[in-house]
């Protein structure tokens, strides 16, 4: 198998400390600034601040006095029933993208966290919040991805031992996090997975002599596929949804 590792697009995650937004936007000096947050007269998202070094990002709405010195961008989450044929990318010159599925005034600032094959279908969430979406993602995180998986052969029982015990990948030089295979029927099991590896279930089964003829992402986390969503419509996570434990 060709393997080029995909490196995720680098999110702007940037924060700022408190003190220096305040003097950055207010035209007061450093020193100046955490007086006025030692004070009590800064707010964040309408709570009083008094910490100078809280990391302050694009989101939060911060007011000095009660005038506002930055305005909180809207984050935006989204769930997506992707269907097949659709590339998880933000553009391409080739193949139709999710993008393409997403309403245009939102989908300018949106990322995907957590991409899914062209081929695949499911659950797809779009983010602006590249601070949010890491942590959905961070394999060091360990937050389950569960999958449906369709197969050529009939899942083996000493596959459901490899993915326990985890697969060495040889392009990476890793052994895959122990995953959890559990066979519906002859052809069709349930695959939960704790990191997102390119190609990664596909490539697991492969390494047990099998091959993967359909894959549709069930649950990412505690967020689970909308049932009522038909492939291609998408929905605001609720903010439930949002709370990643
Ligand atoms: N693993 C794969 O092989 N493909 C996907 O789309 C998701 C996980």
């Not at 300018?108 to 779009?126: C, V």
């Amino acid at each position: 198998m060709g393997i080029t590792e995909k490196v995720g697009k680098d999110y702007n995650i940037a924060t700022m400390k408190l003190s220096r937004i305040l003097s950055n936007q207010n035209g007061v000096s450093r020193k100046r600034a955490n007086a006025l947050i030692a004070a009590g007269t800064v707010t964040v998202d309408g709570c009083i601040c008094r910490e100078t070094a809280r990391e302050i990002d694009r989101f939060s709405t911060v007011a000095c006095n009660g005038r506002v010195i930055q305005h909180g961008d809207q984050a935006h989450y989204l769930m997506l029933n992707k269907p097949a044929g659709y590339l998880s990318a933000t553009a391409d010159k080739v193949h139709k993208t999710v993008m393409e599925l997403i309403d245009p005034e939102l989908r300018k600032d949106l990322h995907i966290a957590g991409r899914l094959d062209r081929a695949s279908t499911g659950l797809l969430i779009l983010t602006n919040d590249g601070a949010w979406s890491r942590r959905l993602t961070e394999p060091r995180i360990k937050l389950p991805k569960v999958y449906r998986v369709t197969t050529v052969e009939p899942v083996s029982t000493n596959a459901i031992e490899r993915f326990a015990q985890g697969i060495w990948f040889e392009y990476e030089r890793l052994t895959t996090s122990p995953a959890r295979l559990e066979p519906l029927s002859a052809n069709e099991s349930r695959v939960t997975i704790y990191e997102g590896r390119y190609h990664q279930i596909k490539r697991m089964f492969h390494a047990t002599g099998n091959r993967v003829s359909s894959l549709h992402r069930e649950q990412m986390g505690a967020i689970t596929l909308d049932p009522t969503l038909e492939p291609g419509e998408s929905r605001p996570l609720t903010s439930r949804e949002i709370i990643l434990e």
